[in-house]
Structures are given as C-alpha cells and as structure tokens.
C-alpha cells in the first residue's frame, strides 16, 4: 500500500510503497477513507515536536474495517470506525474516573511510535517504520489498536467522519465538556481553524447567545460567521477587548477558548473574561513556552484557567454523538473541509496549511 513517509525531521514527505502486517492480538486494520492534516502533524515534520523517524504521521482519520485480529470484540469487518489517538486502557485511574483521554498507559507514550504494546506493523524495504500517535493515518490502511477504534453510523461521509478524530473533537469538547458553556453564554474564540471553527459550532449548539470569533485571516472570519458565530474580530486591525465589553456590559466573556498555540493569547483570554469564567487553552504552543498571568487578579477573580485535551473527550461516547448532530443539521462540519487532495499532494497540502489558506485539508483515498 502507498504512505507518505516522513524520513528525517524537514524533510518533504515521499509517498512510497509501504507494508503493512496483519493485524495481531487486539488490533485491528482498517481501510482508510480520509485523513486530515493538522497543525501536530507539522510541527512534528519540522522538528518542532520531537517523535522518531522514518515514521508515518498522521492521527485524524475515518475508514471501514477490513480485518480483525485475535480477541478483538467491539469491531467487525465492514464497520465504519472514526480513529482515536489515545487507545485508552480502560482500567488505570483517570479512565474509571471518566477521563480517559488522561489515561496513564496511552497518553504518556503517544509519541513513541509504536502501537501501545510496543509493536511496529509498519516496514519501507524490509525495516520497520514507526508509527504516530498509535494511528499514521497518512497511508491507504492502518493497523491499530481495538481501543483507537470508534464504532460510528454509517450515513455520514467518511471524509467528513475524519475530521471528528482530532480537530472537531478538541474544538467541541473543549467548549462542551471542559468549560460546559451554559445557554445564553457568551463565547470568545481565538483562531479560526478547523479547531477554532468547531469551539465556534459547539458554542452554537450549546445555545451561547453570542459567540465572538478572533482571526487574523478574513476568509475564516467569513467562515466562522458563517458557522455559528454571531461576531467577529481581526486582531490586528479591531480592538477586541471593547467589542467584547459591548456585549457583555463590561463583563467579558463567559467562557474563552484559545485555540492558536500562543500562550499570550491566553494572558489575553484571561483579561477578556468576566469574573469565575473559563479560559480553556487548546492549542499546544512552542515547547518552551510559559504562560504569564496577573497574580492579584488570579486571587481575587476567581477564574477557571485550564487545558484540555482532544476536547477531554470519552471517545465512544462524545464521537457518535457528534456525528448524530451532525447528521441532524446542527453541526455543519462539512463546511470545515476547505480543500481536499490525493495522497501525492500532500506536501502541497501542507504548504497551503502554513500559508493559512485552509480552514482545514483533506486527503481522501480513491
Ligand atoms: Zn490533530
Ligand atoms: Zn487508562
């Protein structure tokens, strides 16, 4: 099968053959029918974020079923799957207290390369690749973990099912499970991607009265309108702090979402929000980066400041869910996909991320 290879850290990555070994104890192989870029991807391409190579990226992908290993239980060939990257183990603290996304098996080692058990199903010439984030969804077909897969209806295109396995997830749950936005709300967004936009769909569909969306890029300005947001911001030319006080009669916002990965964004999140509101930070800045907050007013305003991550998502539970709001009208995924391209463009794909041409990139599989 073909797979984009990333064979040293900046290097362009060469769609080559690859093999790909049948799926053993627990795993599961699957047919991948879309797969979207995302910003970890690049950073990972670039160095930024250190994983091991040769190695197959990729970690937001959808696909059908196509052969099960020994003791595999909750998926059967033919199933539609939207991939998870933390393959949770069901049994540590943090997943039977109902943070699975913490979970202490899977989440520390997500960088490693490797399946959780330590395997490699992937090989260029004879010699293993390694995997990423327990997916590498930049390949015709995955092997992988039973508990990455996550069983979902099959009326929803696959290629917009993708989406749900890393940015729409992050976006939504960040707004509906970690700052749980109340009705009537208001919601400031910062970044206008593909995460960005779903924190701006969820606050919608949470019934937030208004939802402010900050961008520097018109055309995801336009977008975020389009999807939800009842205002928008250029932070360079606009002065969002007063458009916020406008609506909120000086308050700030209820709850703040900063999905940009620039951690002084999130001093500015934090002056933007009202007294015991929520600054939820999602993107994931530079390694080195620190976070500088007023003290006084961390005392005396009582603000929530906190992380989360992949939308602190139940997989199982908050994806199908997801994609029944979807499927219902109320959630407009489909308009995140900005441009979709063949394997063999992936490079290209790339190259219009960084430019900030896309809201969000597509690869789909013929
Ligand atoms: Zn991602
Ligand atoms: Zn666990």
Known sequence: ??????????????????????????????????????????????????????????????GVVESVGESVRSVAPGDHVVLSWIPSCGHCRYCESGRPNLCSVAAPALLAGTLVSGARRLSYRGEPLYHYSYLSTFAEAVVVDEACCVPIRKDVALSVAALVGCAVTTGYGAVVNRAQAEPGSTVLVFGSGGVGLSAVMA??????????????????????????????????????????????????????????????????????????????????????????????????HEKIVTGSLYGSCRARQDMPRILDLYAE????????????????????????????RLARGVIAFA
Request: one cysteine or more; proline letters at 6%; glycine letters at 10%.
């Open 203 to 300: 606050a919608r569909v949470s019934g937030a009265r208004y939802v402010v969306a900050v961008d520097p890029v018109a055309f995801k300005r336009e977008l975020a309108l389009e999807v939800g947001a009842t205002h928008v911001a250029d932070p360079v030319a606009e002065d969002v702090a007063a458009l916020v006080a406008g609506l909120t009669e000086g308050d700030g916002a209820d709850v703040a979402i900063e999905s940009a990965g620039r951690s002084e964004l999130v001093a500015e999140a934090f002056r933007l929000t009202r007294r015991g509101g929520t600054i939820v930070c999602v993107g994931i800045p530079a390694a080195d980066a620190t976070v500088s907050l007023p003290g006084p007013a961390l005392v005396r």
């Open 1 to 62: 099968m073909r797979a984009a290879v990333l064979f040293a850290p900046n290097e362009k990555l060469k769609v080559v053959e690859v093999g790909l070994e049948k799926p053993g104890p627990g795993e599961v192989m699957v047919r991948l029918a879309a797969t979207g870029i995302c910003a970890s991807d690049w950073h990972t391409l670039t160095g930024a974020i250190p994983s091991p190579t040769p190695s197959v990226l990729g970690h937001e992908g959808a």
């Open 329 to 356: 009208g109320r959630l407009p995924l489909d308009r995140l996909v900005t441009r979709t391209y063949g394997l063999e463009e992936i490079n290209e794909a790339f190259d219009d991320m960084v430019a900030g």
